[in-house]
């Protein structure tokens, strides 16, 4: 496996995190509630649950940077710029898995129709994350990041 890389997260207002991924959570809910729109949403998309890295991403990345924007809220910072820590291989995983559900999220009526909806200032931040997580998988030798599980 490879060495864990510390990557800053993109700066933004914790209450824009924390909207981002309690929306994520809702997601994640409605398709536990519901297992045919989550084998739907996976087949089109990325596992939205049940799956090795949709677990790694729920139980240990979303919770550490929630915890780090709760805390930058609590001291009455403007701004967080989160960090986390995790392998070369699983930022390219990371990538690859939120652009594929931004993408099916982003479909016209999706979000709407499970009653999740991503405001554009956290539209903007998935982005800012993603053009971020691209730069230094670049600046690492990973040239291109392939659209794939």
Same mark, same amino acid.
């Given at each position: 496996?490879?060495?864990?890389?510390?990557?800053?997260?993109?700066?933004?207002?914790?209450?824009?995190?924390?909207?981002?991924?309690?929306?994520?959570?809702?997601?994640?809910?409605?398709?536990?509630?519901?297992? +045919? %729109?989550?084998?739907?949403?996976?087949?089109?998309?990325?596992?939205?649950?049940?799956?090795?890295?949709?677990?790694?991403?729920?139980?240990? $990345?979303?919770?550490?940077?929630?915890? /780090?924007?709760? +805390?930058? $809220?609590?001291?009455?910072?403007? %701004?967080?710029?989160?960090?986390?820590? %995790?392998?070369?291989?699983?930022?390219?995983?990371?990538?690859?898995?939120?652009?594929?559900? +931004?993408?099916?999220?982003?479909?016209?009526?999706?979000?709407? +129709?499970?009653?999740?909806?991503?405001?554009?200032?956290?539209?903007?931040?998935?982005?800012? $994350?993603?053009?971020?997580?691209?730069?230094?998988?670049?600046?690492?030798? /990973?040239?291109?990041?392939?659209?794939?599980?």
């Amino acid at each position: 496996m490879d060495e864990p890389v510390s990557f800053a997260l993109p700066e933004a207002p914790p209450g824009i995190w924390l909207r981002w991924l309690r929306a994520w959570r809702r997601v994640e809910g409605r398709m536990i509630e519901f297992p +045919a %729109l989550e084998a739907l949403a996976s087949s089109e998309s990325a596992p939205f649950v049940r799956e090795e890295f949709a677990d790694t991403i729920s139980a240990g $990345l979303i919770p550490e940077i929630m915890r /780090q924007a709760e +805390a930058a $809220l609590r001291r009455g910072e403007r %701004l967080v710029s989160p960090r986390v820590e %995790l392998p070369v291989e699983h930022l390219a995983k990371l990538v690859r898995y939120v652009s594929r559900r +931004a993408r099916w999220l982003a479909q016209p009526g999706v979000s709407r +129709a499970i009653g999740v909806e991503f405001p554009p200032e956290v539209q903007g931040l998935r982005e800012r $994350l993603l053009a971020d997580a691209v730069e230094l998988l670049r600046a690492s030798g /990973q040239e291109r990041v392939e659209e794939g599980p």
